[in-house]
Every structure is written in structure tokens, then in C-alpha cells.
């Protein structure tokens, strides 16, 4: 399922003992723009250091309770890897952190799951899964970071990044939220990670290979309206093969 970054807010991450708090941001790396930890706002119960929380330890959503399942113990995530507020997330710490949780990792193999475009759910299929191809080398962005940046177009500025789409089920992100109002009377409008050609985080902009006036006259986005139908609509506007092809052909 798809859905905003910002509706995560509206979700209790639920150990199997507890709440432990809400997602206020996430990380994702730069190659595949897959979501690799949220970053768990835990209300004072483990104060001064971030709570990271890896997709491998999530199961489905619960729609009625607004509850996002986490399948650890309190006691597990207090005794985790420390990473304090003012610390980068480094390949020192993901490589302690998925050793203490027994976690595969990611970084080895052709997909953004490592072997696979989805996450192995079972824990007895991590212990199958070989490093088949040398580490890739990559950068953790936080969602904190990449939000207002600006979006370039081919011809100039088009908008920022209000917020992004995310599919709960590989948690890739499909889509960039770009709020166009201070460019012309604006809408919203989304844009694919696959559309981007470059981000440079030294001037804060996000450089897309699509022209102005293609985002102007583009599909506006709404979360009514975020469904296949308008995806399809949205792709073929912009000549583009949708994402969900590579699950036909898998």
C-alpha cells in the first residue's frame, strides 16, 4: 500500500511488550531510495539517543488500532546499538546493529533488499542469504534533510519536497510530494526517485530530467486520489514504464 511519510505519524510503533513511541523521520539511502530505518520518537523513555527501527523488524500496519507492529522486545531495542542525535548513521553502526539483531544486510546482493526487491520476512531465510557481490557503497539521507529542498527541472525551478510516498510493503519510496505554489498558482505534484538525474546536497536541490512545463501540465496529485488508475495516468503522461513492471517480470 502506499501512503504519505507524514501519515507514519498518525501510527504507534507497538513492541511485543509495549508502545514505544511514534516514526517522526526515517532514513534512506541514495541508490535504491529504499527506507532503511525509522527513527522512533520515544516520548523520554530512552532519552538523548535515536531509536532505529529496520523494515525487517515490521509486520503489517493495523489499519483499526493506527498501530505499526514492530517484532522486537522493549528490553531488545533499550539494549540495541546507542546512536546519539549528533551521530551520522555510519557502516560501523548498521554493521553492529543488524549483528545484534541477527539481520541480514542489505548492502550485498543486486536489489534493495540484497537477493531481493522484497524483505525477507523469516528469520531462517536470513541465515540463507550469501553475499554474492562486493558491498555498495551508499549514503543514508534523512527525510528531515530532504524535505523543502528545491526540485530542478531541465529549464529551472519547479517546487520543493513537501513530503514523500512510500509503499509499506518493500518500503521503497515511489514518489516525491513537490509543492509547486511558489512557482505558479500551484498543485501538488509527485515525481519518481527514477526520474531524478541528480541531488545535490551542497545547494540543497534535487535535479530531475523532466522539463517545466511537464510537471505544470502533469496529473495533480491529492491523497484522494493516489491509486493505480492515477499512477498509470501519471506514468503514461510522462512516456515512463511504472515501477510495478519489474514485479511482472520477476
Given amino acids: 500500500m502506499l501512503r504519505q511519510a507524514k501519515d507514519f505519524t498518525n501510527f504507534k510503533l507497538r513492541a511485543k511488550d509495549g508502545d514505544i513511541g511514534k516514526a517522526v523521520e526515517f532514513y534512506f539511502d541514495d541508490r535504491f531510495w529504499t527506507v532503511r530505518y525509522l527513527v522512533a520518537d520515544t516520548g ?21 488500532e493506527q498501530v505499526l507492529p514492530v517484532h522486537l522486545t522493549k528490553k531488545q531495542i533499550e539494549e540495541s546499538p546507542s546512536l546519539y542525535t549528533d551521530q551520522p548513521v555510519s557502516r560501523q553502526y548498521e554493521t553492529q546493529y543488524n549483528s545484534f539483531y541477527g539481520l541480514p544486510n542489505y548492502r550485498y546482493g543486486t536489489y534493495a533488499w540484497g537477493d531481493s526487491p522484497y524483505i525477507a520476512r523469516d528469520p531462517d531465510a536470513w541465515k540463507e542469504m550469501v ?12 527525510s528531515k534533510d530532504v524535505t523543502n529542498r528545491h526540485i530542478e527541472a531541465l529549464d529551472g525551478a519547479i517546487g520543493h ?47 530531475v530530467n523532466l522539463s517545466q ?38
Avoid at 44 to 64: D, F, K
Fill in 161 to 207: 519536497v513537501e513530503d514523500f510516498i512510500i509503499d509499506d510493503e518493500t518500503w521503497s519510496i515511489r514518489y516525491l510530494v513537490v509543492d509547486t505554489k511558489n512557482w505558479w498558482a500551484g498543485k501538488h505534484v509527485l515525481i519518481s526517485p527514477r526520474w531524478i538525474e541528480r541531488v545535490s546536497w551542497e545547494e540543497s536541490k534535487v535535479f
Fill in 131 to 142: 553475499r554474492r557481490e562486493k558491498a555498495w557503497d551508499h549514503n543514508l539521507r534523512s
Fill in 213 to 250: 512545463d511537464a510537471i505544470k501540465q502533469s496529473p495533480e496529485y491529492t491523497p484522494e486520489n493516489l491509486n493505480r488508475d492515477y499512477e498509470s495516468a501519471l506514468h503514461k503522461h510522462y512516456a515512463r514504464e511504472g515501477y510495478w513492471a519489474d514485479r511482472l517480470e520477476s
Fill in 44 to 64: 523520554g523513555w530512552l532519552s538523548g539517543r535515536q531509536v532505529l527501527i529496520s523494515p525487517y523488524a515490521l509486520t503489517a500496519p493495523n489499519e483499526a
